[in-house]
T-cell receptor, first 113, second 112 residues
Framework: AQSVTQLGSHVSVSEGALVLLRCNYS??????LFWYVQYPNQGLQLLLK??????LVKGINGFEAEFKKSETSFHLTKPSAHMSDAAEYFC???????????FGAGTRLTVKP | SQTIHQWPATLVQPVGSPLSLECTVE??????LYWYRQAAGRGLQLLFY??????ISSEVPQNLSASRPQDRQFILSSKKLLLSDSGFYLC???????????FGDGTRLSIL
C-alpha cells in the first residue's frame, strides 16, 4: 500500500522567506508524486508532478520539488513566499497501475507580512 | 480542453433528508472518477471511485452511495443524511495510470 506523510500541519513564514513543506512517501513500487494547492472553499489545483523523469520538478507559481529516493522524500520549496501563497498544500502518491491516489493530511501555509 | 463541473456549490439539508450531488466531465472519454470528502481541518477521504460505467468501488462503508449512469457523469447519493455527513465534497477525474487527478470546485454540505 502507498501512503504519504506531511510533516507539520501548519507552517508559518514571513513574506519573502523560503517556503519548505515536507512530504515523505511509502511505496513498494515506483511512485508518482504530486503536490496540490487548495484555497478556501475551492477544489485542489495541481502545482507539480513527478513521474520518473527529472528528479527536480518545477511547477506553477514558482514552486519546485525534488524527488529523493534515498530519503523517500518529495519536499516542496519556493525561494520567496508571497502573501498569495497562503493556502493548504497536499502531497499525493500513486503508481502506474493504481486506480486511486493517496493524499497526505495537508499543510496549512500562513504568510506573515 | 477538459473541464469538470460539480453542483450545487453549497447545500443545506436537514437530518434524514436525501442527497444527490452531481459531477460531470467534459472533453475526455472513459475517465476514472472519484468522490472525496474533506471534513473541517482534515485531509481528503476517498469515498468512491469508478473506472467505467456502472463500476463503483467503495472505500469506506457508510450511508452514502455512488452511481455512474453515463461515461462522464458521477453521482453521490444518500437516502437519509446524518449530521456526520457534513463536509466539503470533491469530485475528481483522471485519465488513469500515473496521471494527476483534476478536481471540481466542490460542494459545501451542511446538515442541520
Amino acid at each position: 500500500a502507498q501512503s504519504v506523510t506531511q510533516l507539520g500541519s501548519h507552517v508559518s513564514v514571513s513574506e519573502g522567506a523560503l517556503v519548505l513543506l515536507r512530504c515523505n512517501y511509502s511505496s513498494s513500487v515506483p511512485p508518482y508524486l504530486f503536490w496540490y494547492v487548495q484555497y478556501p472553499n475551492q477544489g485542489l489545483q495541481l502545482l507539480l508532478k513527478y513521474t520518473s523523469a527529472a528528479t527536480l520538478v518545477k511547477g506553477i507559481n514558482g514552486f519546485e520539488a525534488e524527488f529523493k529516493k534515498s530519503e523517500t522524500s518529495f519536499h516542496l520549496t519556493k525561494p520567496s513566499a508571497h502573501m498569495s501563497d497562503a493556502a493548504e498544500y497536499f502531497c499525493a502518491v500513486t503508481s502506474y497501475n493504481n486506480n486511486d491516489m493517496r493524499f497526505g493530511a495537508g499543510t496549512r501555509l500562513t504568510v506573515k507580512p | 480542453s477538459q473541464t469538470i463541473h460539480q453542483w450545487p456549490a453549497t447545500l443545506v439539508q436537514p437530518v434524514g433528508s436525501p442527497l444527490s450531488l452531481e459531477c460531470t466531465v467534459e472533453g475526455t472519454s472513459n475517465p476514472n472518477l472519484y468522490w472525496y470528502r474533506q471534513a473541517a481541518g482534515r485531509g481528503l477521504q476517498l469515498l468512491f471511485y469508478s473506472v467505467g460505467i456502472g463500476q463503483i468501488s467503495s472505500e469506506v462503508p457508510q450511508n452514502l452511495s455512488a452511481s455512474r449512469p453515463q461515461d462522464r457523469q458521477f453521482i453521490l447519493s444518500s437516502k437519509k443524511l446524518l449530521l456526520s455527513d457534513s463536509g466539503f465534497y470533491l469530485c475528481a477525474w483522471t485519465s488513469g495510470g500515473n496521471q494527476p487527478q483534476h478536481f471540481g470546485d466542490g460542494t459545501r454540505l451542511s446538515i442541520l
